[in-house]
């Protein structure tokens, strides 16, 4: 008689072994390139010091800086994890372990985002000293790098699992931050109607707008709340997604 197979773990416990691990892999390798990612964003702001002086257009420029690193972290370097991954037959090994897909989809998600946090805040205290902003409602990065962490994290995941080749998945990877690059950084209000289009389908221009609106004197926090909800389902969809996909990539 066949040895009975082992019960399949539970979505939270193998979601944080897989999180652990993850953190733990990646941890050396990436800490130089959130370095990259944060200078580069603080060097964008110092070079709009130059053409923006304060206001709204200030605001945007912090804000889309600071969620620019979480872009960086989070959507170009897991499309290329995963597109790694998938090339080098790495998701044979996972597709072996008793853990749902989600777990290895939200566990690498989590870890890429973890590395974001303290980029994002100093990027985001430079910022305001740099244009004179308030820093009292700087707490709503607590909200805002976990939402469009994971919208964007969802996002790279499943660009890098869709992608049929891996010189692709970097492409994509290149590109989506090159997106939240000019459509989040530079102001909206100097922007064309029909590229305020495409900024409205980023899934960090909603991270950035509920950002950009806790430096006014007085906030309006339904909007803010309304603008994180909307990043909130966005992450729900872009992770769901990143599940199918690697469901699909697994069987193949």
Same mark, same amino acid.
């Given at each position: 008689?066949?040895?009975?197979?082992?019960?399949?773990?539970?979505?939270?416990?193998?979601?944080?072994?897989?999180?652990?691990?993850?953190? +733990?892999?990646?941890?050396?390798?990436?800490?130089?390139?959130?370095?990259?990612?944060?200078?580069?964003?603080?060097?964008?702001?110092?070079?709009?010091?130059?053409?923006?002086?304060?206001? +709204?257009? !200030?605001?945007?420029?912090?804000?889309?800086?600071?969620? $620019?690193?979480?872009?960086?972290?989070?959507?170009?370097?897991?499309?290329?994890?995963?597109?790694?991954?998938?090339?080098?037959?790495? $998701? /044979?090994? %996972?597709?072996?372990?008793?853990?749902?897909?989600?777990?290895?989809? $939200?566990?690498?998600?989590?870890? %890429?985002?973890?590395?974001?946090?303290?980029?994002?805040?100093?990027?985001?205290?430079? #910022?305001?000293?740099?244009?004179?902003?308030?820093?009292?409602?700087?707490?709503? $990065?607590? !909200?805002?790098?976990?939402?469009?962490? @994971?919208?964007?994290?969802?996002?790279?995941?499943?660009? #890098?699992?869709?992608?049929?080749?891996?010189?692709?998945?970097?492409? &994509?990877?290149?590109?989506?931050?090159? @997106?939240?690059?000019?459509?989040?950084?530079?102001?909206? @209000?100097?922007?064309?109607?029909?590229?305020?289009?495409?900024? /409205?389908?980023?899934?960090?221009?909603? #991270?950035?707008?509920?950002? !950009?609106?806790?430096?006014?004197?007085?906030? /309006?926090?339904?909007?803010? &709340?309304?603008?994180?909800?909307?990043?909130?389902?966005?992450?729900?969809?872009?992770?769901?997604?990143?599940?199918? !996909? %690697?469901?699909?990539?697994?069987?193949?």
């Amino acid at each position: 008689m066949p040895a009975p197979l082992a019960a399949r773990a539970r979505l939270l416990p193998a979601l944080v072994a897989v999180y652990r691990a993850q953190l +733990s892999r990646a941890r050396v390798a990436r800490i130089p390139l959130l370095f990259v990612a944060t200078f580069q964003s603080i060097g964008i702001m110092i070079l709009m010091r130059g053409v923006v002086d304060g206001g +709204s257009e !200030a605001r945007s420029v912090v804000a889309g800086s600071s969620v $620019l690193v979480v872009a960086f972290v989070a959507l170009n370097l897991l499309a290329q994890y995963f597109g790694q991954l998938r090339a080098s037959g790495g $998701l /044979d090994h %996972y597709a072996t372990l008793p853990v749902p897909p989600s777990a290895v989809v $939200l566990g690498a998600a989590a870890a %890429y985002a973890s590395f974001t946090v303290p980029g994002t805040a100093v990027t985001a205290v430079m #910022g305001s000293v740099l244009f004179q902003l308030p820093m009292t409602n700087l707490w709503i $990065l607590l !909200a805002v790098i976990p939402l469009s962490g @994971a919208a964007l994290a969802g996002l790279g995941a499943a660009l #890098g699992l869709l992608a049929p080749r891996q010189e692709l998945a970097t492409l &994509c990877g290149q590109l989506g931050m090159s @997106a939240a690059l000019l459509l989040g950084v530079l102001p909206a @209000a100097r922007m064309p109607q029909v590229v305020s289009y495409a900024r /409205d389908l980023l899934p960090s221009t909603y #991270g950035v707008e509920a950002l !950009a609106r806790s430096f006014d004197g007085q906030p /309006d926090w339904w909007v803010v &709340c309304a603008d994180l909800g909307v990043c909130a389902g966005v992450a729900v969809v872009s992770l769901a997604a990143a599940t199918w !996909a %690697y469901r699909r990539a697994a069987v193949r």
